[in-house]
């Protein structure tokens, strides 16, 4: 991944987790209102943040079955 699609991701990402944390404080009482990682999967890929203190732990995985799809869908172009 190019360096300055990181950064736009980590930018996104943290923006996301901390919203995510605050809307989730407002919605539910303690103890059930801690956010301890996020998980979007779409259908080319999933997206797990998880932050620890001042870390925060990104991984962007491509969806296997997503590159079997466009797969398939450029065989039927062919024909």
Do not use: W
């Not at 950064?7 to 919605?27: F, G, M, N, P, Y």
């Not at 209102?33 to 995985?61: K, M, P, S």
């Not at 466009?70 to 024909?79: K, Q, S, V």
């Amino acid at each position: 991944m190019p360096y300055e699609v990181a950064v736009q991701h980590a930018h996104l990402v943290l923006d996301l987790c901390s919203k995510s944390k605050r809307h989730i404080r407002e919605l539910f009482d303690p103890p059930d209102n801690d956010v301890e990682n996020i998980r979007l999967r779409t259908d080319d890929y999933e997206l797990i943040a998880a932050q620890h203190g001042h870390f925060t732990l990104i991984v962007i995985q491509e969806d296997p079955s997503a590159n079997l799809k466009n797969a398939n869908e450029d065989e039927e172009d062919m024909m």
